[in-house]
């Protein structure tokens, strides 16, 4: 049970982000833009690092949130359960394993970062861009996977909530214009309650 | 040396949002909002306090002593506290609720599965709200990206004791709250 009251039909992050809206603005903004602006990594790519984060610092809803877009992004989910694995026997580049590795870094905490590590991903061809959003994306992530753990959020209900938010947040991050007061189950023509 | 071509000259933070304006802006507005926002049960000088405190148990220097400058600041004559808080907060001159609240901080920072109905518990006894237990775990996450950032990157961080210029960004802080650089 979340050691706050949250509304049950929104569980994981979504009701958090319900619950205090004019925090919510700035983080669902940095958010869309990291993760579906303009970049040289794919959406996919900043996914994948999205739910390797997800999964090292065990939160249940971000991983299972994160490996859906993906799998969606991707038109596959092997390559996000191998990536989540280890990434550096995954099907997905040197950059990227590379990139991959910082992230794992960054998850442990920012002093973890090593200057071989950068120095491999630049060898591999990463640019400063990349670096940077790597480390910002797995420090993100690492806010969320705190968030909503530390308030002992609820998982959903139904295993298809995931497919179903993943496909709202392979489009966007945005908060739904019309809010969030009903149930998936009450709206079953619209997409579910997300980011 | 940073890890990334940063603008040269600017210290931490401040030179990730010079150099990417875009998503330092919403950070920036993050902050903001989460530290300086009306709303809070939380005063201005005790979310400095815990943004001092995790950014200290990641052992982030540039977060620590700036956050730690600003609460000073804002904690004004009682401005020591923040440094007793620092290094031994169950015996600080703080309030019963503060100490429960940084216990929950603390455990978010090492691992945010282990706070427990307990410590939640603890903190209510103490007459903290809804809104309190949250604001403190939002702020507990939030530094803890912060760190990262700051860390990951390896951004230039002037040296731990020159209290000159950790105490002018301090009263910056403070006074004019979280303004990115142009």
């Known amino acids: 049970m979340p050691h706050i009251p949250l509304p049950p039909h929104l569980p994981g992050i979504t009701g958090l982000l319900e619950y205090r809206q004019d925090t919510a603005a700035p983080i669902r903004e940095l958010t869309q833009l990291i993760l579906r602006g303009e970049s040289s990594l794919t959406f996919a790519e900043r996914e994948l690092i999205a739910s390797l984060v997800s999964h090292r610092n065990e ?23 191998l990536v989540r694995e280890n990434y550096e026997t995954a099907p997905v580049s040197d950059k990227m394993k590379a990139l991959l590795h910082i992230a794992a870094q960054a998850q442990r905490g920012g002093r973890y970062v090593t200057e071989s590590a950068v120095d491999r991903a630049k060898t591999a061809g990463a640019t400063d861009l990349e670096i940077h959003d790597t480390v910002l994306i797995a420090a993100l992530f690492c806010f969320y996977n705190k968030y909503v753990d530390g308030l002992a959020t609820d998982l959903p209900a139904d295993s298809g909530y995931f497919q179903l938010l993943g496909e709202r947040i392979a489009v966007s991050y945005g908060r739904r214009p019309e809010g969030y007061e009903h149930s998936l189950s009450h709206t079953p023509n619209t997409t579910p309650e997300t980011h | 040396m940073p890890h990334i071509q940063l603008p040269e000259g600017v210290p931490g933070i401040r030179s990730l949002a010079a150099y990417r304006p875009d998503t330092g802006k919403f950070l920036y507005e993050w902050a903001q909002t989460l530290l300086r926002g009306g709303d809070s049960p939380l005063s201005e000088a005790e979310r400095e306090l815990i943004a001092a405190y995790v950014s200290h148990r990641n052992e982030c220097t540039f977060c620590m002593s700036s956050h730690a400058a600003a609460a000073r600041f804002l904690y004004k004559e009682a401005g020591q506290t923040v440094d007793i808080v620092l290094n031994d907060y169950r015996n600080a001159p703080i309030s019963e609720k503060l100490k429960a609240l940084l216990t929950i901080a603390g455990k978010v920072q090492s691992d945010a599965r282990t706070v427990l109905d307990e410590d939640v518990a603890l903190a209510r006894s103490h007459g903290a709200v809804d809104r309190d237990i949250h604001d403190t775990v939002l702020i507990a996450a939030t530094f803890c990206m912060f ?17 000159d210029t950790w105490n002018a960004m301090g009263e910056r802080m403070g006074t004019f709250g979280y303004v990115p650089p142009r």
């Open chain 1, 59 to 81: 939160c249940r809803f971000c991983t299972a949130a994160h490996s859906a877009v993906t799998g969606i992004l991707m038109g596959e989910n092997d390559t996000c359960d």
């Open chain 2, 147 to 163: 760190n990262r950032y700051v860390d990951g990157l390896a951004t230039i961080t002037p040296p731990a004791n020159d209290l």
